[in-house]
């Protein structure tokens, strides 16, 4: 992935659960961009395949699109290929400050 000074700043102003949602969005969409490469297919074509348009599929690659699970799961029947595996994930070590409710939940 390209670097880009302006979206880099913007990652570490972020919150750690929005820069990994970004992150995952992105790396999802990358998947998607590999798997099309390796298919010799164009947007067009997997937009086709879907029956999608262009213009939503272009936003669904963008990297910024929040993509469903069902979504997730239609792409990588479509194309053959897992687009996400969750069994090899590794979470990142992010610090999570939990938030604390004002008042007690039970009483």
């Known amino acids: 992935m390209k670097k880009n000074i302006i979206i880099d700043e913007i990652r570490a ?31 067009k074509d997997f937009a086709k395949l879907l029956g999608k348009t262009e213009t939503e599929v272009s936003r669904w690659l963008s ?15 479509a194309l053959g290929e897992d687009v996400v595996t969750i069994a090899d994930r590794k979470l990142p070590a992010y610090e999570f ?11």
Do not use: D, F, W
Request: proline share 5%; with cysteine.
């Open 63 to 77: 990297g910024t699109h929040n993509l469903t699970l069902a979504t997730i799961c239609k792409i990588s029947i």
């Open 13 to 43: 102003s972020m919150n750690p659960e929005m820069k990994m949602k970004m992150e995952m969005s992105v790396a999802i969409a990358n998947r998607i961009y590999e798997i099309l490469e390796s298919k010799g297919m164009t947007q």
């Open 97 to 107: 400050e939990p938030e604390i409710a004002a008042e007690p939940l039970l009483k």
